[in-house]
């Protein structure tokens, strides 16, 4: 298996990028976000790279991080997703909005990538949910979008609590303590993490 390219930049696709190694020319699959930002030609990239071989097409796939690759390897283990399915949700979302998205059943969301429907996107979230973890619940993974002031950090974390399946009441509980605890103006993401403390997360 072809762990990693690294050569140089020969030719950059709406999804794919050429990469020249040696002489010899690899096409390689890539998302709508990594072709955008790939380097110019002539330049040199370095891409981790996923094979999918089938019985009458080897094709790569490469991603610009291993965090990448390895949410692209978890999309492909979801019934009914392919290679071509897992770049576009890659493409149209991101790694961490899409981490947010399964995590909190956002299943508008998902679906905004072409060729995803709602039962897919509800597959994804029951087939996916237990492989992400709570700490991936970061405030860029909404979008960025942090509430101003403390009432605004405190109501987005216990929220963010409830879509992971805690209760209302045992959520406020533990975000009211973690700000307590911390004696300080804490984001979304600061005070999920200290908060899950007192769940036993």
Same mark, same amino acid.
């Given at each position: 298996?072809?762990?990693?390219?690294?050569?140089?930049?020969?030719?950059?696709?709406? %999804?794919? +990028?050429?990469?020249?190694?040696?002489?010899?020319?690899?096409?390689?699959?890539?998302?709508?976000?990594?072709?955008?930002?790939?380097?110019?030609?002539?330049?040199?990239?370095?891409?981790?790279?996923?094979?999918?071989?089938?019985?009458?097409?080897?094709?790569?796939?490469?991603?610009?991080?291993?965090?990448?690759?390895?949410?692209?390897? #978890?999309?492909?283990?979801?019934?009914?997703?392919?290679?071509?399915?897992?770049?576009?949700?890659?493409?149209? +979302?991101?790694?961490?909005?899409?981490?947010?998205?399964?995590?909190?059943?956002?299943?508008?969301?998902?679906?905004?990538?072409?060729?995803?429907?709602?039962?897919?996107?509800? =597959?994804?979230?029951?087939?996916?949910?237990?492989?992400?973890?709570?700490?991936? *619940?970061?405030? #860029?993974?909404?979008?960025?979008?942090?509430?101003?002031?403390?009432?605004?950090?405190? %109501?987005?974390?216990?929220?963010?609590?409830?879509? *992971?399946?805690?209760?209302?009441?045992?959520? =406020?509980?533990?975000?009211?303590?973690?700000?307590?605890?911390?004696?300080? =103006?804490?984001?979304?993401? #600061?005070?999920?993490?200290?908060?899950?403390?007192? *769940?036993? =997360?």
């Amino acid at each position: 298996m072809i762990s990693y390219l690294r050569g140089v930049c020969a030719e950059t696709g709406e %999804d794919h +990028i050429v990469i020249d190694v040696g002489g010899v020319g690899f096409r390689v699959g890539v998302s709508g976000k990594t072709a955008a930002t790939a380097p110019g030609t002539g330049e040199l990239v370095t891409l981790h790279t996923h094979m999918s071989v089938r019985e009458d097409d080897i094709s790569l796939f490469g991603f610009p991080s291993r965090e990448e690759l390895h949410l692209f390897r #978890q999309l492909l283990s979801v019934n009914g997703v392919g290679p071509k399915v897992a770049l576009s949700i890659l493409s149209a +979302i991101g790694v961490d909005d899409l981490r947010f998205a399964v995590l909190t059943g956002d299943t508008r969301l998902i679906t905004t990538a072409p060729g995803v429907g709602k039962k897919m996107a509800e =597959r994804l979230v029951l087939e996916l949910k237990d492989k992400f973890s709570s700490d991936d *619940l970061l405030p #860029q993974a909404a979008g960025g979008v942090v509430l101003t002031g403390p009432e605004g950090e405190t %109501d987005e974390a216990a929220e963010a609590l409830m879509a *992971l399946g805690y209760n209302a009441s045992d959520a =406020r509980r533990a975000v009211a303590k973690a700000r307590e605890e911390a004696g300080e =103006r804490l984001e979304t993401g #600061q005070l999920l993490k200290v908060a899950l403390k007192y *769940l036993g =997360r």
